[in-house]
């Protein structure tokens, strides 16, 4: 790696190099308070709260929770979507030392199992909602506190009255468990101050969850300093400040949600305009109302947003920047939003990033003044990366194909408790730097812009979201009807990727549309609904490579090639 990285031509106003505080992300988060204290730190569908009373919830959350037994070092699981009650716990676990373990608030009873069992976390915050999930859940070390919250408790009396009608009537009443704690009653209830935390910025800040170098969810680990630093950077990206916001429709279990829609504004002063689901229509009218300076998203979400009718006539001329991440954006849905940003007053491009969990998010993004085709951007202040040899540590030349390793600050502590997994991820290269494998094909120009081509490790993007195969063919094989199964990602206009499973029965005389809904309902009981495949294909054997291993590349050749033929 070259002392002057050529992407640094292209940095502009941006800074090479920052310096990031040896702080918890509380001491950070309460210096920014200190320095804002009436400024507006999040708006939740109209109610806002300054920075001073966002503290104030924290340091009762904080004292709640260690009230509630949660201790320094501990896990404490947050099956939350982009809600208050999720940022306050976030960061109110974080003033006690313990670290939040983030996960999908729709997962399954035994999902949520086997995050208990890989986190031993004891206690859970979780919507109303999702309690019968979690009650459901059968971990080797049972919870012992549940604490509830409830949408309508940071809603205002008439929004919570709509939702009461929609929504919150269908939700049932939490059944009597001693384990089960309201929010609103723990959070107004006085408790003993929480106890000073003993923990420093290397230390853990929180377990997020993806696929790692198998295709099964890795725990993964991230510090204080990760965080900080990739907020930092993000922020120094766009000169994020006092005065901006961004809208946080992306869900915090994911680090693009936390690590930049909601840590990354919060660090810089700003506002995290929270929406706890995505839908079109509720996402363009809080843009209508709340003018974000930023928004950031997926492919999917720009693409549904662009053909929103309610944002056809929004005041667009706030808008700063928009990012899109996590998988590649076509390039007419980028054409369509900016025309979209463009009538509505806002002079924006949709410019691209990459990144991923282990890095808590982005590590490469577009220059804001300088966009090219199809690049994922250049690396960000204090980062590096490189195109090595896949499997190698090999550094290649600019042009030529290969594995896309990173090294920065804001890369992970490793994956919990597998150390294999995190040697083979995290490896030392000859500069004496660890370097991140991601699993990811790339190349670099002579200019230092990078490019995506695929994934090394095989994982299917579907609207935004991870799904992992070997997950999905472990649940199919469970199955008594099955044999075999695949699990591919064939093209979708609407989700990037929609999950495929081909599978081999048995009994082949079984081959019909009702063993197929059987299947999928099989696995709906079991996984995520994003995971779950939305066709079933038969066959009588799958294909495989010259070394015996089934040949997915193959069944998705077949694929698009029968569905070129059918148009």
């Not at 804002?36 to 959350?61: H, K, N, V």
């Not at 044999?483 to 029965?505: H, M, N, S």
Request: with cysteine; charged share 20%; glycine share 8%.
């Amino acid at each position: 790696m070259p002392d002057d990285p050529p992407w640094l031509r292209h940095y502009g106003r941006v800074p090479a190099h920052l310096e990031y505080p040896r702080a918890t992300l509380h001491e950070v988060l309460q210096e920014t308070a200190r320095g804002a204290p009436e400024s507006i730190a999040w708006d939740f569908f109209g109610t806002t709260s300054t920075y001073a009373q966002l503290m104030g919830d924290i340091e009762r959350c904080a004292a709640a929770l260690a009230s509630c037994g949660l201790a320094a070092g501990e896990r404490l699981l947050v099956c939350m979507p982009t809600t208050p009650q999720g940022i306050i716990a976030f960061y109110a676990a974080n003033r006690i030392g313990a670290v939040p373990a983030m996960v999908h608030p729709l997962s399954t009873a035994a999902e949520i199992g086997s995050y208990l069992d890989v986190t031993q976390a004891r206690i859970a915050v979780t919507l109303d909602a999702f309690l019968p999930v979690l009650l459901a859940a059968s971990p080797r070390r049972p919870l012992e506190a549940i604490i509830v919250a409830r949408i309508g408790e940071y809603l205002s009396p008439s929004r919570r009255l709509g939702f009461w009608l929609a929504k919150g009537r269908h939700i049932p009443r939490a059944p009597a468990d001693a384990r089960v704690r309201g929010w609103s009653a723990l959070m107004a209830r006085p408790h003993p101050p929480a106890p000073a935390a003993s923990r420093a910025t290397d230390d853990p800040a929180a377990i997020l969850f993806s696929g790692g170098t198998t295709g099964f969810p890795k725990a993964i680990v991230l510090s204080n300093r990760n965080f900080i630093a990739g907020g930092m950077q993000a922020a120094s990206w766009v000169a994020l400040s006092r005065g901006d916001s961004m809208l946080a429709a992306l869900p915090i279990f994911h680090g693009f949600g936390l690590g930049i829609c909601v840590n990354a504004v919060l660090m810089a002063g700003g506002t995290s305009i929270l929406v706890p689901v995505f839908d079109p229509a509720t996402a363009a009218r809080v843009i209508r109302r709340t003018r974000p300076s930023y928004i950031v998203g997926v492919p999917t979400f720009f693409d549904a947003l662009s053909k929103h009718p309610a944002l056809a006539r929004a005041d667009l001329s706030r808008l700063k920047a928009c990012f899109c991440g996590a998988d590649t954006l076509p390039r007419a849905v980028r054409e369509r939003f900016e025309k979209l940003a463009r009538r509505g007053g806002g002079n924006v491009r949709i410019l691209e990033g990459y990144g991923l969990t282990e890095a808590v998010s982005g590590v490469l993004a577009t220059p804001l003044e300088e966009y090219r085709e199809g690049s994922i951007g250049i690396p960000m202040p204090d980062v590096l990366a490189k195109i090595c040899r896949a499997g190698t540590i090999e550094a290649l030349p600019a042009g030529e194909e290969g594995e896309i390793c990173v090294s920065g600050p804001a890369v992970m502590l490793g994956y919990l408790d597998d150390p294999q997994a995190t040697a083979a991820t995290l490896r030392v290269h000859e500069d004496g730097r660890t370097w991140l494998h991601t699993g990811d094909l790339g190349r670099m120009d002579a200019d230092g812009f990078f490019y995506f081509t695929v994934r090394l490790k095989r994982m299917i993007k579907s609207s935004g979201f991870n799904v992992y195969p070997a997950q999905v063919e472990a649940v199919l094989g469970e199955h008594p009807m099955v044999a075999d199964a695949c699990v591919i990602g064939v093209p979708d206009p609407a989700q990037v990727e929609r999950v495929k499973a081909v599978v081999v029965l048995k009994d082949a005389s079984l081959e019909r549309s009702e063993t197929a809904q059987a299947l999928i309902a099989h696995c709906r009981e079991r996984l995520i609904k994003w995971s779950c495949p939305r066709e079933i294909e038969f066959r009588r054997g799958l294909p495989q490579t010259r070394v015996g291993k089934v040949d997915y590349r193959k069944l998705v050749e077949e694929h698009v090639a029968r569905e070129a033929r059918q148009r």
